[in-house]
């Protein structure tokens, strides 16, 4: 015997008597008791005692009294309730025979005949309790108890007391679901706070469904992947997998299983008539079923009764046949922007800033924070957005099917994270091995997200990565990006990038054969769960192709729907879809994204030098000219301005991406990155353009930045893929392979060399979060400085090398004095300005030093981030199907 039971047999001795164990669920173990003072069996249940702890025992109590008065023929009344030795219980009557679970699991299909006759009397027992205005909210196979063949519902309003007692909404917050996903009403799955008596009425039809054929209308392997049948899918014909269901039965349950409570029944009354055949004896089981017609019955006694002639019958049974077969007006496309609150613009960054919950009802996007950002969410029918805690440098978010929870990266270190929207504190759930390019929630219960290897997948609850896609090298296949799990679980759609970055497509990959095609061309893509493939193109274009998700095919072309999608550098989209039609996206052109390059004093003071698409920014070594790296459409090219009021002189031409410039010492070259051969290589090229670029360094590892030693000797530089990168050194002319100078498993970057060449200064990620460290150079394995005390980036020398400029987790540029003689030691540090206006980049630094080391050349993005936008369109798919059309099977 347990010590539960002991505890509670002790206290209750006078009262009842335990025998033995029925069953335990959810909520609750029941227990065959003797009522004592009445002489009989009794159904003694006790809560969940951790379940008790969070909703509280004594308002838990007073809720379920309110049950007791409910007497019905089909409902199992409440005998008792109380609490004993610090265990809540509540007590019904036995019933002799078993439950609907039981007798289910034994013959897997009822008669039809028995199983409309029990969906009848549940509904009955509902109708009643719904009249004295209380929702039943679990209804089951497993609460439908079956005396003498008749139903009898079990457990009515316990799942009510839950919700309403102190702790229900925590409860739910903690994953002991009121309800069960198989038969919860999508309003359920997706957390409404009101709960109607239609919600009852659309679980009835599912216990319906199993009875009939043997399973719910929706199953899947966990909770989440149930939840997004719910919400994106239609059931299954039961006249296809039964053909003995008469057609009236189908059209009712049909109803009843709409995802709008407005769509469905009234009430339980009504659903119970639909059921009846009328005495018309319409057994038939051809012919279409005419479910998409059917409305709401009004009550039998409410009808008049109306004799007409023949030919008027015939009329009117034709109209008749008319309202109910004609297909449903199609509801109001709306198309609005959504203007955010003040301080609450959507924040600079890299990804996809959006995502929207799968019913439409809120969506999240980056905001103001530390870090570069935090995650917002925002109702629609609120006009402010709230801050989710802890989401500090969050980037790339996406929905949980249920949409209670969301996914999201940080940089800084790259994380994988979740943050429940119930309040808790994000959890990690890889903290190494991922990417951050992007997120999607599987109907299996997997996180699908990109890795340096390809697409992996991973457990909300951590554990090991999978992979799931490799890179098609013959095709120059480097990245494998903003995955899109499909509803049914098949397959995955996502974006490929190419050697050189410049070439992306839409590929979907077959989770049977872990095999993957190419699609189209498209930056970015989405499944509709109308039907339909959605795509952006680079130049804003929104397409969209009918897509079988069965078949994992493209069934027609694609036709153009909208122009001006946001399309930033690097191909990043700010675009979400619910799965009920809800369409949410950032519009504009790239040309929103201009910058302007300001010098700013050490106090924070502001002066504009020009404006433009700017990526990133040199000074030359005097400090007259700047070399600035310029985004255009697909393309990011090196250009030379002059200061203080120079032009623009273009430097390079040949490939598609050449950025991330370093002057040479001398001030008469430039030192680039560019994709121009078989991946990302050193450049230099004269900075009067005078002759064609020269090869400084081809390895078969992408180089991803690079400085030049005030002296000349030095190059050093970034190499390697995220997240993990060493930084290496060479000595052009010197030696002939690189030396590695900080070489982990964790992520080196953005190297900066003291002015006398002693010192390195470099980011790493060791900590388990960013900090800018000193090592001596080139020996840097004798020492190691930790110079950022919380947090830090893009670490810059003083020309006079007395201070080591960076930014810390707060977003302000900070001053660490240095003293190198005789020791190196770290001095005083001090926050200069507060630098969050101004843009930053995790891996490279986005400013420079003037030689004076009295103002600091950086860029901003024009406006300061104050306000965006969005684009909203409700009753997206109504125009979908009607510029697009259906798939073409």
Request: charged share 20%.
């Amino acid at each position: 015997m347990t010590d539960a039971v002991q505890r509670l047999s002790a206290s209750l001795a006078d009262r009842y008597t335990i025998e033995r164990e029925l069953g335990a669920g959810g909520m609750a173990t029941v227990y065959l008791a003797h009522d004592v003072k009445h002489d009989r069996k009794v159904a003694l249940k006790v809560l969940r005692p951790e379940l008790s702890a969070i909703l509280g025992g004594e308002r838990f109590l007073a809720e379920i009294k309110t049950t007791a008065n409910l007497q019905h023929p089909h409902i199992l009344s409440l005998f008792d309730s109380g609490e004993a030795d610090g265990l809540v219980f509540y007590v019904m009557p036995y019933v002799e025979g078993e439950s609907l679970r039981e007798r289910l699991t034994r013959e897997k299909q009822l008669p039809v005949e028995d199983a409309v006759r029990i969906a009848r009397e549940v509904a009955d027992a509902l109708e009643y309790a719904h009249q004295h205005g209380i929702v039943h909210r679990d209804i089951k196979p497993e609460n439908i108890l079956l005396h003498g063949g008749h139903a009898l519902v079990a457990d009515f309003g316990i799942a009510l007391a839950a919700s309403r007692s102190d702790g229900g909404t925590r409860m739910t917050e903690t994953g002991m679901s009121l309800g069960t996903p198989h038969y919860m009403s999508p309003e359920q799955a997706m957390g409404e706070r009101e709960i109607t008596a239609k919600s009852d009425v659309y679980a009835l039809a599912c216990v319906l469904y199993e009875m009939l054929v043997g399973e719910p209308p929706f199953t899947g392997p966990t909770a989440q992947a149930i939840v997004a049948r719910v919400m994106t899918e239609q059931p299954r014909s039961l006249q296809l997998q039964r053909h003995t269901i008469p057609a009236h039965v189908e059209a009712a349950v049909r109803v009843a299983l709409e995802k709008l409570p407005a769509d469905r029944f009234a009430s339980a009354a009504q659903f119970a008539e639909a059921l009846q055949d009328g005495g018309r004896g319409d057994r038939g089981t051809g012919g279409p079923t005419p479910s998409a017609g059917l409305r709401p019955a009004v009550p039998r006694s409410r009808r008049p009764v109306v004799l007409l002639p023949w030919p008027l019958l015939a009329l009117a049974l034709a109209g008749a046949a008319w309202g109910w077969l004609r297909p449903a007006a199609p509801r109001p496309v709306s198309r609005y922007s959504i203007a955010l609150a003040a301080g609450q613009a959507i924040q600079p960054g890299q990804g996809p800033r959006i995502a929207i919950s799968p019913d439409g009802s809120r969506f999240v996007f980056v905001g103001p924070g530390e870090g570069g950002g935090q995650l917002w969410l925002r109702e629609r029918d609120k006009l402010q957005a709230t801050p989710l805690p802890g989401t500090e440098g969050a980037i790339c978010p996406f929905f949980s099917p249920d949409g209670r929870q969301v996914g999201f990266f940080t940089i800084t270190p790259i994380r994988l994270k979740v943050v429940s929207l119930g309040g808790e504190p994000p959890v990690t759930v890889a903290d190494s091995g991922v990417d951050w390019d992007g997120g999607s929630w599987g109907p299996d219960g997997h996180l699908y997200v990109d890795s340096p290897t390809g697409l992996v997948r991973v457990l909300p609850g951590g554990g090991p990565l999978e992979q799931i896609t490799k890179f098609d090298s013959a095709r120059g296949e480097t990245a494998h990006n903003y995955p899109d799990v499909l509803p049914n679980g098949r397959g995955v759609i996502f974006v490929v990038w190419h050697r050189g970055n410049t070439d992306q497509d839409i590929a979907v990959l077959d989770l049977r054969t872990r095999t993957h095609r190419v699609l189209m061309h498209g930056v970015y893509a989405k499944y509709a769960a109308s039907g339909h493939l959605v795509y952006v193109t680079s130049s804003g274009t929104l397409l969209a192709a009918p897509f079988d998700q069965e078949r994992l095919e493209l069934t027609g072309p694609a036709t153009a729907l909208t122009e001006g999608v946001q399309v930033r550098s690097a191909g990043y989209v700010d675009l979400g879809l619910s799965a009920g039609g809800t369409l949410l996206y950032l519009g504009g052109t790239a040309t929103t994204l201009l910058a302007d390059l300001v010098w700013v004093g050490r106090n924070g003071t502001a002066e504009v030098v020009d404006s433009g698409a700017f990526g990133s920014v040199a000074l030359s070594p005097d400090g007259r000219r700047v070399a600035l790296s310029v985004q255009g459409g697909r393309e990011e090219q090196v250009w030379i301005r002059s200061l203080p009021a120079g032009p623009l002189s273009k430097l390079t031409f040949e490939g598609a991406l050449n950025y991330r410039p370093a002057w040479t010492p001398d001030g008469r070259a430039v030192t680039y990155v560019s994709t121009r051969g078989r991946n990302r290589d050193l450049y230099t090229q004269g900075a009067d353009g005078s002759a064609p670029a020269t090869v400084q360094l081809d390895l078969a590892e992408d180089i991803n930045e690079a400085e030049w030693s005030r002296d000349g000797r030095w190059l050093v530089f970034r190499q390697g893929s995220m997240p993990v990168t060493d930084i290496r050194a060479l000595r052009p002319g010197v030696d002939s392979v690189p030396t590695t100078v900080v070489g982990t498993s964790f992520t080196e970057r953005a190297p900066a060399l003291s002015p006398d060449g002693r010192w390195l200064a470099y980011v790493s990620d060791e900590s388990g979060r960013d900090e800018v460290y000193v090592r001596p150079f080139p020996d840097a394995a004798r020492a190691k400085w930790q110079v950022s005390l919380n947090g830090g980036t893009e670490p810059e020398w003083s020309h006079a090398g007395g201070e080591l400029f960076y930014r810390n987790a707060a977003g302000e540029l900070v001053a660490a004095e240095i003293a190198s003689r005789p020791a190196f030691v770290v001095g005083r540090q001090r926050a200069l300005f507060r630098a969050a206006a101004f843009s930053s980049d995790y891996s490279h630094r986005l400013y420079d030093v003037s030689p004076d080391d009295r103002r600091f050349l950086m860029m901003r993005e024009r406006g300061g981030g104050e306000r965006a936008d969005l684009i909203l369109v409700q009753n997206w798919f109504e125009e979908l199907r009607a510029k697009v059309g259906r798939r073409h099977d």
